[in-house]
């Protein structure tokens, strides 16, 4: 079975830390772009966060740079999202996704697989 598993959700307090996991099962991540979205109740879907097959490129919607960080481990077929400084605002439903190219990811679309999401809750 092909899917992405997300981890490391959980309740966190106002400027603390969280990294969630995303891994693969029944196929390797090493060619493919992997994004991170949210959705919060009421809200619509929102990028997060894409990075590139090869580790070199990187994306960052505006309101988590500077607190957010992407990376992948290919030896371990899993792409990490390392959030710090967190706030309410980052309270959502975090999923990870897969596709081919890097400007679907950044768009949003063509993305071909989706994980079942781990919830990021950020309150005092």
């Known amino acids: 079975q092909v899917q992405l598993v997300e981890s490391g959700g959980d309740l966190v307090q106002p400027g603390g830390s969280l990294r969630l996991s995303c891994a693969a099962v029944?196929?390797?991540?090493?060619?493919?772009?992997i994004g991170w979205f949210r959705q919060a109740p009421g809200k619509e879907r929102e990028k997060v966060s894409c990075i590139s097959s090869t580790d070199s490129t990187t994306y960052y919607t505006d309101s988590v740079k500077g607190r957010f960080s992407i990376s992948r481990d290919n030896a371990k077929n899993t792409v990490y999202l390392q959030m710090n400084s967190l706030k309410p605002d980052d309270t959502a439903v975090y999923y990870c996704?897969?596709?081919?190219?890097?400007?679907?990811?950044?768009?949003?679309?063509?993305?071909?697989?989706w994980g079942q999401g781990t919830q990021v809750t950020v309150s005092s």
């Open positions: 029944g196929f390797t991540l090493d060619y493919y772009v």
């Open positions: 996704a897969a596709t081919p190219m890097f400007h679907h990811c950044v768009a949003g679309v063509h993305l071909d697989f």
